[in-house]
C-alpha cells in the first residue's frame, strides 16, 4: 500500500497500456453512482480494500443490466484465518497490529458482484494460468467460488497456500466472464499482475485484450467454447462467502462506513448534490477552447468513473481538464514570462535530499 496502489504510482504501466490501445481512461474520486455510464463502455475495480455505498452497489449493476456497461475486477486473497496469524507486536508503538482486511476486501466485493450471481472465495492461490495467448502468474489469488450459468469459467491447476492445509495444489476457478443483463462482468483472480511493484509476470497486455473483447466485440480467445458453463458453478467444498472479522472496528479505518454517500466535486455537476452545472452558455466564457471545438463537432464528452475505458479520440487543442489543472497550478502558458517560460523548459536539476 505504501506504492499507492494508485494508476498513477505501481499501477501506472496498466493505465499506460490502455491508454496506447487508445482507450480513454478517467480516475473516479466518488462513489460508483457519481458518473453516467452511457459515456462509458467499461468500470475497472482494481485492489479494492474499502466498503461500498449501497447507493454504488445498485447504481453500477443497473448500468450493467440496464446500459449494458462492462464491470471488470482484478481481485485479492481474503482469509480470515491468516489475517489473524499475521498479527505482531509493534516495537515503535508498543501495541499490537493487525490486517484489518486482506490484498482485498473480499466480503465488500462479493457484494459489489453478488447482482450478477459470483461470488469470491477464501483460498489464497498461486500458481499459473493460460487464457488465449497469455500465461498469467497468479501471486495470492482469490479462488471464484460460485458462477451463473451461461459465462465463461477458466478452471486451472492452481495451489491453495491458506492456513493448516496450505500448499495443497488442486483445480480452483481463477477467471470468468459472465452476461449480466446487457452487459457483461468479468473477474480475475488476483492483481499482483498489473502491480509494477511487485508483479512476477505483467499482464497488461491481457487487460488491454479483455478490454477490447468487452467493449469492441474483438474475440481474444479469452473465452472459448470449453469454459461456457451450462449449470451454475459451485467450487468443491463452498459453504459460504467470506465474512468481515468480527474483531476489528473497520469503521475506524473506512471513509465509506464515516461518512455519508455523497458525489464530491471531482465528479460531473449534474451528479453533485446540490447539482451546480454553469446555466445556459455560462461554460463557453469559462472554457473557450472546448467551446471552439464543440462548435466545431470535435469535441468529446466528459465525464467520470473509476477507470473507465472508451476508444480514445485524436485531440489536437488542449482540453478543458488540463487547462484546470494548469490554471490551478499558476502555469497557464499565457501568463509565463519568457523567463519562466525558459525555467520550465530546462532550469537547474532540483536538489536532491540529504
Known amino acids: 500500500d505504501w506504492h499507492g496502489d494508485h494508476p498513477y504510482p505501481n499501477y501506472h504501466e496498466a493505465y499506460d497500456a490502455l491508454r496506447g490501445a487508445g482507450f480513454s481512461v478517467e480516475l473516479l474520486a466518488s462513489p460508483g453512482s457519481c458518473f453516467d455510464p452511457a459515456n462509458y463502455g467499461g468500470y475497472l475495480v482494481l485492489d479494492a480494500e474499502e466498503e461500498w455505498y449501497k447507493e454504488e452497489v445498485t447504481a453500477l449493476a443497473s448500468a450493467v443490466k ?60 498461486q500458481g499459473s494460468t493460460t487464457l488465449g495467448k497469455h500465461t498469467l502468474q497468479v501471486a495470492y489469488g482469490a479462488n471464484i467460488a460460485a458462477f451463473p450459468a451461461g459465462g465463461h469459467l477458466a478452471v486451472a491447476a492452481l495451489t491453495d497456500v491458506a492456513g493448516k492445509g496450505a500448499g495443497v495444489p488442486g483445480n480452483y476457478a481463477a477467471f470468468g466472464v459472465a452476461p449480466s443483463g446487457k452487459g457483461k462482468v468479468a473477474v480475475f483472480s488476483d492483481t499482483n499482475c498489473l502491480d509494477s511493484s511487485h508483479n512476477t509476470g505483467p499482464c497488461f497486455d491481457f487487460l488491454v485484450d479483455l478490454f477490447r473483447q468487452l467493449l469492441q466485440g474483438k ?78 463537432g470535435t469535441g468529446t464528452s466528459s465525464s467520470s468513473s473509476e477507470v473507465a475505458g472508451q476508444q480514445q479520440q485524436p485531440v489536437s487543442e488542449e482540453d478543458v481538464s488540463r487547462s484546470q489543472v494548469r490554471k490551478h497550478q499558476g502555469t497557464e502558458p499565457s501568463q509565463l514570462s519568457p523567463q519562466q517560460h525558459e525555467e520550465q523548459q530546462g532550469g537547474e536539476p532540483e536538489e536532491k535530499p540529504k
Request: proline share 9%; aromatic share 10%; net charge neutral.
Open 219 to 296: 474475440d481474444a480467445g479469452l473465452t472459448p467454447a470449453d469454459m461456457l458453463q451450462a449449470a451454475p458453478f459451485k467450487a468443491a467444498g463452498f459453504t459460504a462467502p467470506p465474512q468481515r472479522r468480527a474483531d476489528v472496528n473497520f469503521t475506524q479505518y473506512s471513509w465509506v462506513l464515516q461518512h455519508p454517500h455523497a458525489c464530491h466535486m471531482s465528479a460531473p455537476c449534474q451528479f453533485r448534490q446540490p447539482a451546480d452545472c454553469p446555466a445556459g452558455d455560462e461554460w463557453k466564457q469559462q472554457h473557450p477552447k472546448a467551446a471552439a471545438r464543440s462548435a466545431a
Open 66 to 125: 440496464k446500459q449494458g456497461m462492462s464491470l471488470v475486477v482484478f481481485a485479492e486473497w481474503y482469509h480470515e484465518e491468516s489475517l489473524k496469524q499475521m498479527k505482531f507486536f509493534d516495537d515503535n508503538t508498543r501495541s499490537w497490529w493487525t490486517p484489518i482486511t486482506g490484498g482485498a476486501n473480499v466480503p465488500a466485493l462479493n457484494e459489489l458482484l453478488a447482482p450478477h450471481g459470483i461470488t469470491l472465495g477464501e483460498r489464497i492461490l
